[in-house]
């Protein structure tokens, strides 16, 4: 099968969430694709991003030149065309793409407070109520499928799916903000996920990456 030729805009990587989930996922399925990095926060950024994508956000993907914007978008279209990247059982499947579309939508409070940035190491000793209630979910969450489903690997599914990518820039704030899980019902279960997604060659080619862009500024 013929590749098109993919091209991701994305932002910059030790602040873009939305960005890597695209990204680890693609690097994940081995394909070649080119990156189109734009600076984020910047007075030009949203007319530089325009001019890829009329969505005026990162990240997108160029296919061929045709524009798909939006992350989980992405990330079904590329399970389509080059999948698999939900489980193939049919429950695992329906909770993947339930909890996935969980983190797309919600969790805002967590965002807002906790945003990504990969190299922060600030721990906090308390949190907001939502926000606390936002992390003590996304535990109990990932408790959950890892009992039911995990039995074949480390991730979420036991293997790598859509919905890993979609919660890997979580596993980046709690390793800045929340080094101990335990404190918001952690089993262990969450500390062991968080230390798998660091482990990933992909997320260590993303932090190699965004060291680069940051010491050539």
Avoid: N
Avoid at 129 to 155: L, T
Avoid at 195 to 200: M, Q, R, Y
């Amino acid at each position: 099968m013929t590749v098109p030729r993919y091209e991701l805009v994305i932002g910059d990587k030790h602040i873009s969430s939305w960005s890597l989930r695209p990204w680890i996922a693609m690097k994940r399925l081995a394909l070649p694709f080119a990156e189109i990095r734009i600076r984020l926060r910047q007075p030009d950024t949203k007319a530089r991003i325009l001019e890829h994508s009329p969505a005026g956000k990162v990240p997108a993907l160029k296919i061929d030149g045709e524009v798909l914007w939006d992350s989980l978008a992405i990330l079904e279209y590329l399970h389509d065309a080059h999948g698999p990247l939900w489980p193939a059982d049919r429950r695992a499947r329906g909770l993947a793409r339930a909890i996935s579309a969980e983190m797309h939508a919600g969790f805002k409070p967590l965002r807002d407070h906790c945003p990504m940035d990969l190299f922060l190491r600030a721990p906090v000793d308390s949190l907001p109520f939502d926000v606390e209630a936002d992390v003590r979910r996304i535990v109990a969450s990932w408790r959950a499928v890892r009992s039911r489903f995990g039995a074949g690997g480390p991730f979420l599914f036991g293997t790598f799916t859509a919905a890993d990518a979609m919660y890997a820039p979580v596993a980046t704030r709690f390793r800045s903000y929340l080094p101990d899980l335990s404190r918001y019902g952690d089993d262990g279960t969450a500390q062991a996920y968080v230390e798998t997604i660091f482990a990933t060659p992909e997320m260590k080619a993303w932090e190699q990456a965004a060291r680069a862009e940051i010491a050539q500024r």
